[in-house]
Nanobody
Framework: QVHLVESGGGLVQTGGSLRLSCATS????????VGWFRQAQDGEREVVAA????????VYADSVKGRFIISRDNDRNVVALQMNSLKPEDTAVYYC???????????????WGQGTQVTVSS
């Protein structure tokens, strides 16, 4: 059963922006920390950004600090990732995931979406 659904991916030029959304109809996201991960072709899955259940704390990979912003709306059960100043190296499949444990490693997340492709052309 797919619990999380990502949307908003696509093709964008270098320097452009995209906004990803993560939604669910089967989980109460208020009970979870949520992270965005990405996996480039032939690469490992890495955490991009994460946010605690109440948005009190956020975590960003060094490679996206100052460019990406993670946010959540618990009333709408949605978590978003605003991606600005995109670079070709941001090209990857982006996944959202939910965790009741920590936020920094993939192993801590219990629920995953199926991913959305982001492609940044040079």
């Amino acid at each position: 059963q797919v619990h999380l659904v990502e949307s908003g991916g696509g093709l964008v030029q270098t320097g452009g922006s995209l906004r990803l959304s993560c939604a669910t109809s089967t989980l109460n996201l208020r009970a979870f920390g949520v992270g965005w991960f990405r996996q480039a072709q032939d690469g490992e899955r890495e955490v991009v950004a994460a946010i605690t259940w109440n948005a009190a704390d956020t975590v960003y990979a060094d490679s996206v600090k100052g460019r990406f912003i993670i946010s959540r709306d618990n009333d709408r059960n949605v978590v978003a990732l605003q991606m600005n100043s995109l670079k070709p190296e941001d090209t990857a499949v982006y996944y959202c995931a939910a965790s009741r444990a920590g936020l920094r490693t993939a192993a801590e997340y219990a629920y995953w979406g199926q991913g959305t492709q982001v492609t940044v052309s040079s």
